[in-house]
């Protein structure tokens, strides 16, 4: 039976009898008596010990802990918060043959955002240089996911290069920005932890190894997905690519250290979102296993529904959402019966029909996720 925390109003109560008792025949409660004055202040400052005691309780289990604790505890199954990281790509730019673009030349993205250029480079015969830069982090390393950028977007120069047009564009698309790992990201990957017991390449391993990777917020595991020995990881980037609707932005495949005889890759080298992520796998998996990072083909459901309110219709496609971001997976299905229930749930409903799809489950295509498509409403 858990513990009942006593209220101020309770404790202030218990003060104000106890020096009731202990005084008989006089009225030391009078309001503005140094008795009553000490004993509201005696009832507060208990009120504050329980506060703590109760904030003590909360750290001493990785279940209910937060901040450092919550770190501490991560630390003994050697699990650590993800830190933010910069997303990285290439710039391109117009320019004079032979013209060089130093290393650490400033970009601004057409909002504001700034980028650094990462090496030197020249411009090269086809009148274009092509460089790689990272998005500069924020003062307080505590976000990167802004960073992320799709070919094509406009970049300029923020410093005049003589030689080089200051007008340019991302050359490929900038990955792998990711901001700090909130509290109830990293709960769930401590208490895997401790529930899961490593297996040296067991499925369980690799989502765990998966879902250290600063941005990846889902992940999931196909055995011999591309062939026997072989292993497809889907990955999903719900914050980090948010702009992509959570989606991976690069192309699927090995790691680029996963190499056979002569230092050939085993198998088509992933780029992008894809490529950090099997880099990261690569040390950590069985030697002889050919591991393809994958990101998941959307499949929009849509629905037909009945009965819901005009004030109630956004709630009822968030709750729908909801239902299929935590029981979505690649291939799997979805019970419809979780979706009525989320939509009933949603303030204002009170009687409605989905009218389709109909039937007990949503099926999903190998690799498939489910995702939110056209929601009529009758």
């Known amino acids: 039976m858990p513990y009942i925390r006593p209220t101020l109003s309770d404790l202030q109560n218990q003060v104000a009898q106890d020096i009731g008792a202990a005084l008989p025949g006089s009225d030391g409660l009078l309001r503005f008596s140094n008795l009553s004055v000490l004993g509201k202040v005696q009832a507060a400052l208990a009120y504050l010990h329980y506060g703590y005691l109760d904030w003590i309780a909360k750290?001493?289990?990785?279940?209910?802990?937060?901040?450092?604790?919550?770190?501490?505890?991560?630390?003994?199954?050697?699990?650590?918060?993800?830190?933010?990281?910069?997303?990285?790509?290439?710039?391109?730019?117009?320019?004079?043959?032979?013209?060089?673009?130093?290393?650490?030349?400033?970009?601004?993205?057409?909002?504001?955002?700034?980028?650094?250029?990462?090496?030197?480079?020249?411009?090269?015969?086809?009148?274009?240089?092509?460089?790689?830069?990272?998005?500069?982090?924020?003062?307080?390393?505590?976000?990167?996911?802004?960073?992320?950028?799709?070919?094509?977007?406009?970049?300029?120069?923020?410093?005049?290069?003589?030689?080089?047009?200051?007008?340019?564009?991302?050359?490929?698309?900038?990955?792998?920005?990711?901001?700090?790992?909130?509290?109830?990201?990293?709960?769930?990957?401590?208490?895997?932890?401790?529930?899961?017991?490593?297996?040296?390449?067991?499925?369980?391993?690799?989502?765990?190894?998966?879902?250290?990777?600063?941005?990846?917020?889902?992940?999931?595991?196909?055995?011999?997905?591309?062939?026997?020995?072989?292993?497809?990881?889907?990955?999903?980037?719900?914050?980090a690519e948010a702009a992509n609707s959570g989606f991976p932005v690069g192309t699927n495949g090995v790691s680029q250290y996963d190499q056979g005889p002569g230092g050939v890759p085993r198998g088509t080298v992933a780029a992008g979102d894809q490529l950090t992520v099997a880099n990261y796998i690569c040390p950590l998996q069985p030697v002889t296993a050919l591991v393809y990072v994958v990101a998941p083909t959307a499949n929009p459901i849509n629905f037909t529904i009945k009965g819901i309110p005009a004030g109630s219709q956004a709630a009822a496609k968030t709750a729908i959402s909801n239902v299929f971001l935590r029981q979505g997976a690649p291939g799997g299905q979805i019970n419809l019966a979780n979706v009525w229930t989320a939509i009933a749930s949603v303030s204002g409903v009170n009687d409605f029909l989905i009218l389709s799809p109909s039937g007990a489950d949503i099926a999903n295509p190998t690799g498939a996720l489910p995702t939110l498509g056209t929601v009529t409403f009758q």
């Open 59 to 239: 750290q001493a289990v990785p279940f209910t802990a937060t901040g450092e604790y919550l770190q501490g505890w991560g630390a003994l199954k050697k699990t650590t918060i993800k830190p933010a990281t910069q997303a990285t790509g290439q710039v391109t730019f117009p320019g004079v043959v032979g013209t060089l673009l130093p290393n650490g030349s400033a970009i601004n993205r057409g909002d504001g955002v700034g980028y650094t250029t990462t090496a030197d480079a020249t411009v090269a015969s086809n009148g274009y240089v092509t460089t790689p830069a990272i998005a500069n982090a924020d003062p307080q390393a505590l976000t990167g996911a802004f960073g992320n950028t799709a070919a094509g977007t406009a970049m300029t120069l923020a410093t005049a290069v003589a030689g080089i047009t200051s007008s340019g564009t991302a050359a490929i698309a900038f990955t792998g920005g990711a901001d700090l790992e909130a509290d109830d990201a990293f709960r769930q990957r401590v208490l895997m932890a401790y529930q899961t017991t490593p297996q040296g390449g067991a499925n369980n391993d690799y989502v765990t190894w998966a879902l250290q990777v600063p941005g990846v917020t889902r992940a999931w595991v196909a055995n011999n997905g591309f062939g026997v020995g072989t292993v497809v990881v889907y990955v999903m980037l719900d914050n």
